[in-house]
Every structure is written in structure tokens, then in C-alpha cells.
């Protein structure tokens, strides 16, 4: 497709379950990250994959959290035991990275609203 | 760490009115800055980009600057419509994105 996607767009689960949230990026992007908005929050950085490179997870809020990307291409977020707190929207982002330096812009999937009860 | 304020929280303007928001951040050490608009319940979309080495960028009706060595950028909208109704968000880049909270526009018509 042309734009970033993620699934499921909405997911509802008990606490202390483990949920996947997955993330096609734009073909051809080296970059992905990952990011949470919770209600009335700004968004608040998760990890960071580059190319081959090791991904940054300084932004993983606990062990709970992890995410991998299989190929350079598709990702995907899982949380464990999932808590009430967890309850927010996830969102993915891909971008081109240049081995300058240079960032070009982000573009955004719709996001996953995930809801732990 | 890096962070990034906007102000105001939000805003409400008439139909027509232009405006200007505002984002500022801590570390001038940027590579980047991106303006988003944020629809309810919807995902980012991306505005303008300014690379640290610019200082505007324009498309249509938007105008960004950037004044990395004070650590501010603005957005300015012109002659604004309803459809512009949206949180915009500024995000800067260092070692990794951070946010600003977004500023929630109203435009009345």
C-alpha cells in the first residue's frame, strides 16, 4: 500500500494477557519506530529500528515490552501480562534515513487503540 | 533530555483569522523538526519538515520557521477554515523523536 498500516486497529484484552500489534511500514523505509499516546498525553517514544542496525529500545517502558522487525520491514510490538496502564494508543511511524545523516519525514500508520480491562 | 513545550494549549479563532502556533524546545542539538495535525481518533499526518540547517519551510496556507539557537519554531496558518480543526503537534529530532503535547485548534465558522 502507499501509506503505513497496522493492525488490529482496536484490541481489547483482559489484564495479564499477551497481545502482538503489527506494523507494515512504507516500502523502501529503513527506519521504524514505535510510539504510545495515552489519553490527554503527548506521544512517548518506544523503539527505534534502523536498517540492520541493533534497534534503540531506551524507550521500552518495562520487560514487558519488546518488538522485533522481521526483514527490515514488517514489526511487530508485543507486551506481556498486559496491565490497565498499558491501556493507550500505539502508533507506528516509517521514514527514510539517509547515511548522511539526514532524516526525512515520518509517516504515520492509524494506530492501534489497545484497551486492557 | 530534550523537551519540547507548545503553547498554547489551545486555541479557538474565527473562520478567516490567521494564527500562530508555537513550540519550543530545550536542545538546540536537533537534526530536525516536524509539524503534524492530529485528527480525533485518527493517526499523524505529517505537515512540514525542517531540516536543522533551514530556517522555513512553506506549503500552501502553512509556514514554518525554525530559530534553532533560541530553540523555537512556529507555524503559521493563514486565513484559517474549519477543516483545519485539529491538534498540531511539533517533534523534534536528537538522538531519538520527542513530542510536544500539541496545541488543540478551533476554528469557528
Known amino acids: 500500500g502507499a501509506g503505513v498500516s497496522q493492525s488490529p486497529s482496536n484490541k481489547v484484552t483482559e489484564k495479564g494477557k499477551d497481545v502482538e500489534l503489527r506494523c507494515d511500514p512504507i516500502?523502501?523505509?529503513?527506519?521504524l519506530y514505535w510510539y504510545r499516546q495515552s489519553l490527554g498525553q503527548g506521544l512517548e517514544f518506544l523503539i527505534y529500528f534502523q536498517g540492520n542496525s541493533a534497534p534503540d529500545k531506551s524507550g521500552l517502558p518495562s520487560d514487558r515490552f519488546s518488538a522485533e522487525r522481521t526483514g527490515g520491514s514488517v514489526s511487530t510490538l508485543t507486551i506481556q501480562r498486559t496491565q490497565q496502564e498499558d491501556s493507550a494508543v500505539y502508533l507506528c511511524?516509517?521514514?527514510?534515513?539517509?547515511?548522511?545523516?539526514?532524516?526525512?519525514?515520518?509517516?504515520f500508520g492509524p494506530g492501534t487503540r489497545l484497551t486492557v480491562l | 533530555k530534550q523537551e519540547v513545550t507548545q503553547i498554547p494549549a489551545a486555541l479557538s479563532v474565527p473562520e478567516g483569522e490567521n494564527l500562530v502556533l508555537n513550540c519550543s524546545f530545550t536542545?538546540?542539538?536537533?537534526?530536525?523538526l516536524q509539524w503534524f495535525r492530529q485528527d480525533p481518533g485518527k493517526g499523524l499526518t505529517s505537515l512540514l519538515l525542517i531540516q536543522s540547517s533551514q530556517r522555513e519551510q512553506t506549503s500552501g496556507r502553512l509556514n514554518a520557521s525554525l530559530d534553532k539557537s533560541s530553540g523555537r519554531s512556529t507555524l503559521y496558518i493563514a486565513a484559517s477554515q474549519p477543516g483545519d480543526s485539529a491538534t498540531y503537534l511539533c517533534?523534534?529530532?536528537?538522538?531519538?523523536?520527542?513530542f510536544g503535547t500539541g496545541t488543540s485548534l478551533t476554528v469557528i465558522p
Open positions: 516500502s523502501g523505509h529503513t527506519a
Open positions: 517533534a523534534v529530532l536528537g538522538n531519538q523523536f520527542y
Open positions: 536542545d538546540s542539538a536537533i537534526y530536525n
Open positions: 511511524a516509517s521514514s527514510l534515513r539517509g547515511t548522511s545523516g539526514i532524516v526525512y519525514e515520518q509517516f
